[in-house]
Structure formats: structure tokens, C-alpha cells
């Protein structure tokens, strides 16, 4: 029988050299959260389905792996449902796999805990060019934290990361959850309805604020609540700095009665805090129309922009309350996460150079060599791999200058070739 | 909702210090082989469940992890038995991906490829101490190399990797599958009993060489074909060094016609030369009561022995028949496995010191501070990360005492703390 050749459709095999830039960019990550105190831990990628789909995951519930029961637990002929039929799937993402492990591990963990993960996730969405089934995610985490230490500590630890791959002239757009809220208040869109306002406004970026109004008025809301709701855009708009422009809507906002008295000022101290202390060249962005899909957020959102790409590029937020749903009682956390894909995707692009790579050298063994010779070679390599080189020990081909030339194609500067003499 | 806190059965939440212990190894493991001219690869969790199950896996097979049909393809209703159901599983190995890879992109790789591939693998065994249902594999393999310049390169690879991560006085336990099969067919046993065979002549280790005989006269095997066969074992074991049980098979193998006469001298020849050029202190030992369970092994195959540890930990072996299963086409392949989880579990339990740590300071911030003494203190970790040292920045307790001490016992060794003043 002759087998499939092909990954499973939607995933992807990878290739050398895409294999060097990722582990490239990992170990950079790394190091760097590293230095920022963030420990590294690990998940299964298998999660009980209960969690999975415990509308903590938004949309991604709907594209989750599952994974068939096993043994006696399969009971075909009774089964009714899809449901009947698993008991585990693949992890949509990093963030509910934390929360459940620092709900299981909490007393054996510090507080903050900072947490570092890195590792796949699955995602069963319509294949599509640089988007794949499996890909890898990044994220840091802080729990138990409720200041904007956290924020800040996150962005900094992510922006410096991103500067350390050559990244620059990018952007974090920030907003909050409560400014989100409460600009809907303010203008009087009924509170149930808000997480539509957040779907619609979500669009911004593509039809812009004039789309976003017709989108409003065609759904039916109320011209009045539409048009201050759109006037609040445009105010901001009017201005040019961060800083004005939140200034403004603090004024509306708090005069109205719409919003806690903390909640501008503290997003203001994060912005202020982030530029003193920055270690890469980015812009801090306050932008009130990035939403976040995920509803456990309650509080800050961030996203990466890079001038390379339109769309962001990572993400993250405050979601305090997330924790409860395991233990009971709520602890606070926020996380940003790192487009790794995107990130890689760039950087392939952009044919990136690796720093420091080491020096590759082939030995080509002639046929003929004895076992004595072949083991002079190889002790010669051997030498020369301690020294720091990467050393190829190969069969000579009949046709060695196409091999030398295939070799030098794969980054091999130098040749030995070893004679029986 | 109470979510659930545990990780699905058989699998495991890895917590930081034993990440760092993982991270340490990986960084190591991947060092050594990029020197030996590995090059790294990777393939997605998901196989096709046609290429799991194609008698590659043994009886791995019986324990893969299937995923259920998305969408329109799932047919409940039509559904007669599990095949119907799933139509990917979770990898149980990193060699059946290997080769679908292999297959996959043989125009884009060299000749002969040297693949280094870590990554997780699933098998739904029974859950016990140590040994999880999620597992890190770590193999190196050569594809395309006939000699056994690919046996002694990866030997070499991998004990000069274990001799680096501080194990010595392990053993390779080597030996050849074409021997196996010669001294079945010398002895007389049936051809087709050879896989029976094996699987008795496995226990030896558990139940000696009287327990061997006996099981075989047990099972209805001819007393004659039982005695000569041990016969071979109470020979071999008469002589001391692995040369002269080489030389002493040899002798009444091929004077038999048993075995090709090309078999042991290649065998002796990767012994001589690997004794030559190894790099860390380990034994070879010729073993011919190996027999490593896989049965697409078509020659050489090897075990590694730790002391600390009575079973094998790690092995691998040359599979020359198995890229033709994909491309109809056969190929020489050759690998070896390090048993990674064995290997942290060794390194756990010595409670191994990471060379190299960087040094861990914790800055203290009291709730008092201003923004501006807060973004003071968070420049000054900025420039401390930059001298190489990792900073933890939290806000201080108000039971200061018990968070250094609780601190000191993560490592950190100096404090800095940041007051109001």
C-alpha cells in the first residue's frame, strides 16, 4: 500500500530553513522573557472538552480537534450526538490551559506568577494562505497582579522582545474594556446589546466611521444613541495625541456619570509609564476602537500593529475574571501574546540573516578509505565540532562537483576531502 | 460553572523548575546534533489515520488517539463502526512522520539528509509512574546513506549529546537484526516464527536464559532447534570481550550459510570505529538478545543502558524499507531516539544544577511609590536585563519578610527595594 504523503490538510510541514529561523526567534524570546522574571511552563495539548467549550474561547469553540473516547468509554450504538462521542480536544489557545493549570498548581506557584508558554495550538478554520491548523503561540502571562504593573511589565517585555528581532517603527494600539462599555452607555445603546457594538465597531479598521454609522442605523438602533455614540469618534478624532484625545473623552465620559473615576487615569499612568521605560522603537497608540474578540476581557486590551502588515500582529488583555471559573475566586491576570506566525512569516519575507551563525564544513570520504582512515576523519571532526563548527561528514559522490555545489547551496563555506593514499 | 482543574488523564502540567531542567537539555541536544550537521524539522501532531495505521507502528497502533471528522464528512447516522468516525489521530511516533516527510519533500532536501526532530508524541498506554500519555521524543535520523558511516555518526551524535548533559559509564547495547533472523533459521526455527521468536528471546533480561528455554519448549518448539539456539547465547557468553563473540558467531553462522557474509564484519567495523572517534565515556556492547519491537528494522539496531536506570533509554535502528512504503521507491534510513523523558527524570531525580544560571534579582516596589519613582525603578531593571541579569519587578508585600524568603527559594539572591522618599 502506498501512504499519504501530504499533511493532513491545513497544517504544514517545516522546512530547514524555516525550522532555523523559528528556533532562531525562540531562543530570543526566551532569553529575553527570562530576564523580565517569566517562567517558563507547559500544558498537554489535549484539554478535558468541559473546559474547552466552556464559552470561555468565543468563535474557537466552534473549530476545536476533539478527540474520540476511548475503549469501554465508546459507546457507538448509544450515541446520539457528536457530544456522546469525546471526551478531550485540542487547545484553541494558551490562555484556558494557564487558567486551569494555575487553578491545579496555585499553592506550589508563586504570586505574581509570571508565567511563559510557547506551543501549539489548533484551530480548525478554512484553510488559507499563511494561516494554518496548527501553528504556534506565545504568550506571557501575569497572574495576581491587579496594578498596571502588570500591563506595563507585559508590554515592555514583549516590545523589547520584538526589538531584539529587528522589529521596529511598530505600534501597540491600547483600550479598555470599561472605555469600551462605557462610551456605549454613554451614548445610550442598551446593555445587552454590547457585545454587538463591539462586532460592529470591531470594523473600524475596514469600512471606516462612516460604514461603522450606516451598520448601526441599518441594525436599528437609534439615530440619537448612533449619532453621539459616532460624535464621541469624532471628537477623539479631532485631536492629535494620545493624551488629548483621552483627556476629551475622560471629560464626556466622566461628567456623564459613564465611568469609574480609576479607569482613565490608570490607562493614562500605563501609556505614560510604557513610553519612560521602552527599550525598542514603537509608538503607544490609544485606540478606543480595538475590541478583542474574547469576552473574558475586563479591563485593558493591547494589540501589535507592524507597518510590514496591515492586520495585528498579537494581542493580549486583562481578563480578572477567568480564574474564578476554576476556583471559585476571582484572582487577577493579563496576558500578551506574540503573533509568532506572523512574526516568522515577516522575517521569511524579509530573508532574514541569522546573527551568529556558526560555521558549516563538509568532510567528503572517498569510497575507498579504510576503516582506519574513515576513523581519522571522523576524530578530525570531531575536533573541529568542539571548536565551535559544524561539521558534515559525508560520502564523496561520483559527480563531486555538483555534491560541493549542493552543499554550498545549504550555507557549507568549506570542503575536506579525504583520500584512501 | 467549576471548571476542571486536573489535566486529562495520563497527562501532565510541567512546572517551572522542571522546564528549566527541559530547556536546558533541548538547548544542549540541539547544539550537539547542529554540530554533527543535523538539521532541525518539524511535522504537525495530526497524521492521516491512514498512515498511523499501516502496520508501521506496532503496537503503538492500538493506542493512538483519534480525531473525529469535522463538519459534513462526520456521518453519525452512517457511522457503523470507529474507522467511520476519524480520519486523523495524534502521532505516536516521530519516525512514520519523518518519512511522509521524506516522501514529501525529497526535491527540496540533500542527500543523504540528516533530520533532527523533537517534538511531542501520544499513546493512550495505561497511565503509571513516570510514564505519561504525552511525551517528548528526540530523534536524529540519516536518510539516504547505505553505509554504516550513518550507524556510527549517530551513535556518536547521541552519546557525545548524553556525554555532554554529564551522564557516563552508560552502555550502547548494539546489534543487528539480520543476525537475529540468522541464528533463528541456524537453529531451525520456521521461518515464519521468527516474530514469536523475538518476543520470547526479549525476556531475557527479566527471566535469563533458563527461562528462555523454557517458554520456547512451552510454546511446542522443537527440543532440537531449542537446544542449538541456546547453544548460540552459552557460546557467546563463554567468551568475554564483543570481539571475540563476533568472531565466534561469525564462525558458525557463515559456516552454516545462515547469514550474508558481509552482515558481522559491518557490524564489527561500527563497533572498532565508534570505540575510535567517541567522545564521552561510555561501553559498546554487542548484544544479541536485543531486539527492539518495531518491525520495519531491516539491520543494525541499538539501545542505550544508564546505570541509573535498569531499562533502555533510548535506541534506534536502520529502516530501509520503510520511505518505499510512501514513495514505492526504497531508501536507506537509519536512526536514534534519546528516551528525552527518561533522561529528565534521571536529571530530576540527581536534582541537577544548571550550569551557567543567570543571576536573579528582585525589585521590591512599595505601594507608595509615584509614577514617576515607578518607571525609575522599572529603567533601572531595564538596565540591570541588559547586563545579562534577570529582574523580577512586584509590588512589596506587606509581609516583606516572607516574600524574600519566598522569593530566595526561587533563587533570587539580591533585592532591591523602592520607597516613596
Not at 33 to 38: I, K, T, W
Not at 68 to 83: M, N, V
Not at 260 to 272: G, M, Q
Request: glycine share 8%; hydrophobic share 35%.
Amino acid at each position: 500500500m502506498t501512504l499519504i504523503k501530504k499533511p493532513v490538510t491545513g497544517m504544514k510541514d517545516i522546512l530547514p530553513a524555516e525550522m532555523e529561523i523559528r528556533n532562531y526567534c525562540i531562543s530570543v524570546i526566551k532569553q529575553t522573557y527570562a530576564e523580565f522574571g517569566f517562567q517558563e511552563i507547559e500544558t498537554p495539548c489535549v484539554e478535558s472538552i468541559e473546559n474547552l467549550t466552556s464559552k470561555s474561547g468565543g468563535d474557537n469553540e466552534k473549530l476545536i480537534f476533539k478527540i474520540l473516547k476511548r475503549g469501554e468509554k465508546l459507546k457507538l450504538d448509544e450515541a446520539s450526538s457528536e457530544a456522546d462521542l469525546v471526551d478531550g480536544g485540542l487547545r484553541y489557545d494558551l490562555t484556558v490551559p494557564l487558567v486551569r493549570y494555575y487553578s491545579n498548581h496555585e499553592n506550589e506557584l508563586p504570586t505574581p506568577f509570571k508565567a511563559l508558554q510557547m506551543g501549539n495550538v489548533w484551530r480548525a478554520d478554512r484553510p488559507q494562505k499563511g494561516r494554518y491548523r496548527q501553528f504556534m503561540q506565545c504568550d506571557i502571562d501575569i497572574i495576581g497582579e491587579p496594578t498596571n504593573l502588570a500591563e506595563i511589565e507585559l508590554i515592555t517585555a514583549t516590545t523589547t522582545t520584538l526589538g531584539r528581532l529587528g522589529f521596529k517603527e511598530f505600534e501597540i494600539h491600547i483600550n479598555e474594556r470599561r472605555i469600551l462599555k462605557a462610551m456605549a452607555v454613554y451614548s445610550g445603546f442598551p446593555d445587552e446589546k454590547f457585545d454587538d457594538v463591539c462586532i460592529i465597531l470591531d470594523k473600524m479598521d475596514k469600512i471606516g466611521l462612516d460604514g461603522v454609522k450606516k451598520e448601526f442605523l441599518e441594525d436599528g438602533y437609534s439615530a440619537e444613541a448612533v449619532e453621539k455614540y459616532v460624535g464621541l469618534f469624532e471628537g477623539m478624532n479631532a485631536k492629535t495625541s494620545w493624551s488629548e484625545k483621552l483627556d476629551w473623552l475622560e471629560q464626556k465620559l466622566t461628567e456623564a456619570g459613564a465611568v469609574a473615576d480609576d479607569v482613565i487615569p490608570n490607562l493614562r499612568s500605563t501609556i505614560e509609564t510604557v513610553i519612560k521605560v521602552k527599550q525598542a522603537d514603537f509608538k503607544m497608540v490609544f485606540d478606543p476602537t480595538i475590541v478583542r474578540g474574547m469576552s473574558y476581557y475586563t479591563g485593558t486590551i493591547f494589540e501589535i500593529r507592524m507597518p510590514e502588515l496591515g492586520i495585528s500582529c498579537g494581542g493580549g488583555g486583562r481578563y480578572d475574571g477567568m480564574v474564578g471559573k476554576f476556583t471559585g475566586r476571582d484572582v487577577p491576570a493579563c496576558g500578551f501574546s506574540i503573533g509568532f506566525e506572523r512574526i516568522i512569516l515577516i522575517l521569511m519575507e524579509q530573508h532574514f540573516e541569522i546573527p551568529g551563525k556558526r560555521e558549516k564544513v563538509a568532510f567528503l570520504l572517498d569510497k575507498g578509505l579504510s576503516e582506519e582512515q574513515t576513523a581519522q576523519a571522523l576524530i578530525k571532526a570531531g575536533e573541529e565540532r568542539k571548536a565551535g563548527k559544524s561539521v558534515l561528514v559525508v560520502r564523496m559522490n561520483k559527480n563531486k562537483k555538483f555534491q560541493k555545489q549542493q552543499l554550498s547551496d545549504q550555507g557549507y563555506t568549506s570542503f575536506e576531502e579525504f583520500y584512501n593514499n
